[in-house]
């Protein structure tokens, strides 16, 4: 098994530095923490929605940009098959709301000094086992049904992806402006409610 | 500079224009995406293949990311790296704040469910069977598949995040209902 244990060095060099500056973004975003996210699913604290749209805002306009320039940036799209991404979604769900982490934000904690979130990832470790024997089985059941292959909104419609990026940043302005909103509504109900 | 460094929590907007920027910087030079749970597949195929090597080189799955007999793959790899320095510089980060913490018992779930550690570590553990799951099944976590794919405008990774924010905001309110409101 550790013939071929590591990686060249400047592979694992490149990945070291991204996962400093990944683990101390999302330390500073907040989101290594049970209320943060858990709140988000309550919908009373709107910080992981924030921080994921504009990520993907601005991630997809570089992207897109860097390769309209010319640039050759290769895409790593993860492959759709409907029943499974959609049902992959629901179980996830339900974990990532009892956990209040997701796998990068519970690895994160840890470093931040959650003790729960180690009991967490040693699940994801087993969890992960634990499909490798069933992926057979889902394989050949699951994953066959609505497999679209490797596609994006423009490769499917046809259309320029600049429509649709315009219209995530028009959704994420919008929805960031509503947020706002009902946060200083909160914040002055809660002042009121102190004078009371 | 220093000052901000030290600042507790920064404006979600730049944190995530900050990912955004780190996502371009893995594409354009390292010619990766952003990704976490691929790594818990390689973790529990390295771990049973010390006891069991030829058993995991011939399972499908683990193969996939490990590779065969013929052609083994490396465990500790670009996405391996990554994951271990998200402790890192999340310790890094709440060390220069002062903001680290303990948390055994998060204070919602100590309101709802007691203020039992065995309690909530077996959820955790048996939380993070589900979510793995989860995200195999579906191809990606909320960084591979919300942010990396979400920003390639895949259509499986627009499928997943909705699906996950959905069930996410129905086990939430399932779980912690309208007491949990306050206690966030």
């Known amino acids: ?196 | 500079m220093i000052p901000y460094f030290k600042k507790a929590r920064w404006s979600p907007y730049w944190v995530g224009a900050g990912i955004g920027v780190l996502s371009w910087i893995t594409f354009a030079f390292m010619n990766k995406a952003l990704g976490v749970s691929t790594t818990m597949v390689r973790s529990a195929g390295a771990i049973e293949g010390s006891f069991f090597e030829a058993y995991v080189r011939s399972n499908t799955y683990f193969s996939k990311y490990l590779g065969t007999v013929t052609e083994p793959k490396p465990v500790l790899e670009w996405q391996f790296a990554l994951v271990i320095m998200l402790v890192v510089g999340a310790w890094f980060s709440a060390k220069l704040s002062a903001t680290q913490i303990q948390e055994t018992v998060p204070d919602i779930w100590k309101q709802r469910f007691g203020p039992s550690k065995g309690k909530r570590y077996l959820v955790s553990f048996l939380s993070g069977i589900v979510i793995i799951f989860g995200a195999r099944l579906a191809g990606g976590c909320t960084s591979g598949h919300g942010i990396s794919g979400g920003l390639q405008l895949a259509v499986s990774s627009w499928i997943f995040f909705l699906c996950l924010f959905l069930s996410g905001v129905v086990t939430a309110w399932v779980l912690y209902g309208k007491g949990g409101k306050g206690h966030v």
């Open chain 1, 1 to 196: 098994m550790f013939d071929s244990f590591f990686a060249d060095f400047q592979t694992i060099l490149a990945g070291a530095f991204t996962g400093f500056v990944f683990g101390f973004l999302l330390q500073k975003g907040g989101v290594t923490r049970f209320n943060v996210i858990v709140g988000q699913f309550l919908l009373k604290d709107f910080t992981v929605l924030k921080i994921m749209m504009t990520a993907i805002v601005v991630g997809s306009v570089g992207i897109y940009g860097m390769r309209s320039l010319g640039l050759e940036v290769v895409f790593h799209i993860k492959a759709t098959a409907l029943l499974g991404n959609a049902l992959g979604g629901l179980i996830f769900g339900v974990g990532m709301a009892t956990l209040g982490y997701c796998p990068g934000t519970a690895v994160a904690a840890i470093g931040e000094g959650s003790r729960h979130a180690i009991a967490g990832v040693l699940g994801m470790i087993v969890g992960a086992g634990f499909y490798a024997e069933v992926y057979p089985w889902i394989k050949e059941n699951i994953l066959s049904v609505g497999d679209l292959g490797k596609v994006t909104f423009p490769s499917l419609t046809g259309l320029s992806a600049w429509w649709f990026i315009t219209a995530l940043l028009l959704i994420a302005l919008l929805s960031f402006y509503l947020i706002n909103r009902i946060e200083k509504i909160k914040h002055l109900e809660e002042k009121i409610f102190e004078i009371i």
